[in-house]
């Protein structure tokens, strides 16, 4: 077997193109919504649980550290969706091509910014 194999997992010289970028962000975003689900799942539970409990949640989600969990989830659940639809019009076969795929991708990253930033001055 050929004994100098290429070898690189310094990532920072690894050249990570848009669609690279979308689709690492993607699994960020699924793995990241996993945890904040329970968040979601406690604050739908103690909403419902008492009136005391009804409070509680306003009150943690009134807050700063609220708000900024509430938007952080509304946001990778933005971006999850976006490149969920990516990849269904992917599956349809189109911007499966270098350029496309890459513009599609930039697409994505800006949409899922601009709707964040929407999202942060709405519920902040
Ligand atoms: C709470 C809801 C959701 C959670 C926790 C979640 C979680 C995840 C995770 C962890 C992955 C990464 C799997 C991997 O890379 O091995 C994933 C992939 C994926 N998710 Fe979700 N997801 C959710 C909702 C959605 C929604 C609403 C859509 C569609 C709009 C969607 C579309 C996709 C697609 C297409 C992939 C595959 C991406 C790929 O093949 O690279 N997901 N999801």
């Known amino acids: 077997m050929k ?7 310094q990532l920072n010289t690894i050249s ?15 793995v990241a919504m996993f945890f904040a689900l329970i968040f979601v799942i406690w ?20 807050g700063p ?4 969990i509430t ?9 999850h969706i976006l490149g969920g639809l990516r990849h269904m019009v992917m599956d349809m076969g189109h911007w ?3 350029e496309s795929g890459n513009a599609s991708a930039k697409a994505t990253i800006g ?3 601009v709707l964040t930033v929407i999202l942060g001055v709405v519920l902040w």
């Open 71 to 79: 938007i952080g989830t509304l946001s990778a659940l933005t971006y």
């Open 96 to 98: 499966e091509e270098l």
């Open 16 to 30: 990570f193109p848009p669609s690279a970028i979308v689709s690492i962000l993607h699994r960020v975003t699924g």
């Open 111 to 113: 949409l899922w910014i």
């Open 65 to 68: 550290i609220g708000k900024f």
């Open 3 to 9: 004994k100098q194999r290429p070898v690189n997992l």
């Open 43 to 62: 604050a739908w539970a103690a909403s419902v649980s008492s009136p005391e409990g009804f409070d509680s949640v306003k009150d943690v989600m009134g």
